[in-house]
């Protein structure tokens, strides 16, 4: 089984910054890719920032220049740096895991975590 716990949420003036976290735990080969993403009210969840295992990364348009993603292989941990901090960057953001299913990654299974909320004010 596998765990993915996000962490950092927290309410922040327009402005400001933020750093999330996300960790996956429990029965891990490898983890083939690690993505951001998040959900507004009233809104479908939508892609972030992403980063593979090479440490290639993609940015939803609105997060390029602004947020930056990370990870630590070792610790199996991705990060989110989120700076210039926007009200309508407020959302539950979701922690999305591609965990392998041996070492050598023939395949992957998707695993989410609860999320966390960033709330910025204006």
């Known amino acids: 089984q596998v765990q993915v716990v996000e962490s950092g949420g927290a309410l922040v003036q327009a402005g400001g910054s933020l750093r999330l976290s996300c960790t996956a735990s429990?029965?891990?080969?490898?983890?083939?890719?690690m993505s951001w993403y998040r959900q507004a009210p009233g809104k479908q969840r939508e892609l972030v920032a992403g980063?593979?295992?090479?440490?290639?990364?993609n940015y939803q348009a609105s997060a390029k220049g602004r947020f930056t993603i990370s990870r630590d292989n070792a610790k199996n941990t991705m990060y989110l740096q989120m700076n210039s901090l926007k009200p309508e960057d407020t959302a539950v953001y979701y922690c999305?895991?591609?965990?392998?299913?041996?070492?050598?990654?023939?395949?992957?299974?998707?695993?989410w975590g609860k999320g966390t909320l960033v709330t910025v004010s204006s």
């Open positions: 999305n895991v591609d965990v392998c299913d041996t070492s050598s990654c023939g395949s992957f299974m998707d695993y």
């Open positions: 429990g029965t891990i080969p490898g983890i083939h890719a």
């Open positions: 980063i593979n295992s090479v440490g290639s990364t």
